[in-house]
């Protein structure tokens, strides 16, 4: 039997599973540091190998400039940040690439032989930092069999141990700095075999634990100024520090505790501060009302009620605080903690395993398999297999899943010329779109004996299918970018296409469009001629296959280590 795995490569700590003979998902444990999670975090010594995990999220107190962590809020992010170790230089996507590494290391220093994989990422990850994350996996020597949804992957370890018969299921996930929501239909036919779709998504990308933390900071603030008049205001950087400090662990205390003494000591002085589980709820309960909307707004739009929903899964760090649970309890009838660190990775392996048998059965019924897709380099097919070779080939899974159904997080489209100087993005992709989701439409050249187009792209998220309008903008240096930040307008790249003397004015263009969870193809054909030029979109965020060959081969040198 063969062997896949999953890998949620989060922004704090970073998890690989993979199915045991019969099926049933297992972590994989970091054994450096005995512990299932891998801190997402890399330590780079002068003149040594990588360091990465516990060892390096506790160098970062003593040498910040040579730890890196939280690089998944940078990864496929325009104008992200990179850094220099002795001469070398890394982005985010080659630091994403060095944990992955170590967990394919460590995985492989107990026995297992990691290759084709399915990483995980946020529901609200837009086009770039998927592609982004799908080259830090091939720089990393992985065969990235799919990039999917976290709420996905946790729905699908619930839902296919769960359940032999459909459901409605819903996964709350509040982390570090975001929140998500997703409506999932689980359905299984007659057959037995199981698909799982997303029917809604909703959320906000700027909600999330650290938004408590910053309620009780202040609330501790207030606490202090009781016990010594000393303002808010009037405090110096060292003394908010110390108070910052604290806040973390105080409000993860009070998950578990109905209440948290600790000290402040400053200048000679040591406060002794409580803080109540009850007061800190005070004190956020409008954010948690705010998730609530969202839920809420989420059941209009699907036209659902709380009643259809089977079970809420809640997952993400943030979910460990009981005011969540007891929120999501008023509306829903059942509501579930689902190992919140555990349950994406292992949800991730089952997503491969699915992905890996369809790719069997396929060669098996005497289909080639393209592997272009998955790889730096294109054109590596797989040939078609016997019968017996396929049985041997096929991963035992609890259930078949038929597809998962990953939809468009963004909308896609064009900007299209409505007079000279102004122009308006013609969505052809709409969130919420199955992938791969594909859309044609002919637009007529602007001027006469134009000497090429350009088709430039955009993402935003706009939903509305009879008015799909959208003016972008300029930023300072001239470049379309986000207009109203609500919209989420993006220039993702263009494909340019010369075009014969003497092409009259309003010339057909055919625009084709075809996005997989993996990335955007865009082709423009010129009608007359059947000339056509083609791109699938890699930006300047994301590294050109150039690069990434190059960087692949680099790093298949780099040794990782987990401790110092
Ligand atoms: P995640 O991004 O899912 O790892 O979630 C990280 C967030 O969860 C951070 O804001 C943590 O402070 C928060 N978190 C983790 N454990 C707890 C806990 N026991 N109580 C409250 N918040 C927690």
Redesign the pocket.
């Known amino acids: 039997m063969a062997k896949v795995y999953g890998i949620d490569l989060?922004?704090?700590?970073s998890v690989i599973a993979t199915l045991d003979e019969n099926g049933t998902p297992e972590v994989i444990e970091n054994y450096a540091d005995s512990v299932q999670l891998l801190a997402s975090a890399v330590y780079f010594p002068s003149g040594g190998d990588p360091v990465v995990g516990k060892e390096a999220k506790n160098q970062a107190e003593v040498e910040p400039d040579r730890v890196v962590q939280f690089v998944k809020r940078e990864i496929g992010k325009p104008n992200a940040q990179t850094w220099d170790f002795d001469g070398v230089k890394y982005d985010p996507i080659s630091i994403s690439a060095l944990i992955l590494k170590r967990m394919k290391e460590y995985a492989e220093e107990q026995g297992h032989d990691v290759n084709d994989v399915v990483i995980t990422c946020p529901a609200y990850f837009g086009n770039e930092e998927r592609a982004a994350t799908k080259q830090a996996g091939i720089i990393a020597g992985l065969n990235v069999l799919n990039i999917v949804n976290e709420p996905t992957a946790a729905a699908l370890n619930y839902c296919l141990r769960e359940f032999r018969e459909s459901r409605k299921i819903m996964v709350y996930d509040l982390?570090?700095g975001t929140f998500d929501i997703t409506l999932f239909d689980f359905s299984v036919d007659d057959s037995g075999k199981a698909s799982i779709d997303v029917i809604e998504t909703n959320g906000n990308d700027r909600l999330?634990?650290?938004d408590w933390?910053a309620r009780l900071y202040d609330y501790i603030c207030k606490l202090y100024y009781d016990e010594n008049g000393v303002t808010k205001d009037e405090m110096d950087a060292e003394l908010r520090q110390k108070i910052r400090s604290q806040v973390?662990d105080v409000?993860?205390s009070i998950?578990?505790m109905p209440s948290k003494s600790f000290t402040i000591s400053y200048a000679g002085d040591a406060t002794r501060l409580e803080v109540t589980r009850e007061k800190f709820e005070e004190q956020t309960q409008d954010l948690v009302e705010q998730t609530m909307d969202f839920v809420r707004q989420l059941l209009k739009e699907a036209k659902h009620s709380a009643d259809d929903v089977d079970v809420v899964l809640l997952v993400?760090?943030?979910t460990?605080?009981p005011m969540i649970k007891a929120a999501v309890e008023g509306l829903f009838r059942k509501v579930l903690v689902e190992q919140?660190d555990l349950a994406v990775a292992k949800g991730a392996a089952l997503a491969a395993a699915n992905v890996w048998n369809e790719r069997v059965a396929k060669r098996r019924d005497g289909q080639e398999v393209d592997f272009a897709s998955t790889q730096g380099e294109s054109g590596v097919t797989l040939p078609p297999i016997t019968e017996e070779e396929a049985a041997g080939l096929m991963i035992n899974v609890p259930q078949q899943v038929s597809a998962v159904n990953d939809k468009l997080t963004r909308s896609l489209g064009p900007a299209v010329f409505v007079d000279d100087n102004q122009y308006m993005i013609d969505n052809l992709l709409f969130i919420g779109d199955e992938m791969p989701a594909e859309a044609t439409a002919t637009y007529g050249t602007q001027n006469a004996n134009q000497a090429e187009i350009k088709v430039v792209v955009f993402e935003n998220v706009s939903r509305d299918k009879a008015n799909n309008y959208v003016t972008p903008s300029l930023d300072k240096n001239g470049n379309e970018q986000y207009t109203d930040p609500s919209l989420k307008v993006k220039k993702i790249g263009d494909v340019r296409l010369k075009l014969p003397p003497n092409t009259p004015k309003g010339s057909p263009i055919e625009v084709f469009f075809r996005s997989s969870t993996i990335g955007l193809e865009v082709r423009a054909t010129n009608l007359e001629t059947n000339e056509s030029a083609e791109t699938v979109i890699t930006t300047e965020n994301t590294k050109t296959r150039e690069e990434l060959n190059e960087a692949r081969e680099r790093f298949a040198s780099v040794r990782t280590r987990g401790q110092i």
């Open positions: 989060g922004t704090t700590y982390g570090g999330g634990g650290i933390d973390e409000k993860k998950s578990s993400g760090g943030s460990r605080m919140p």
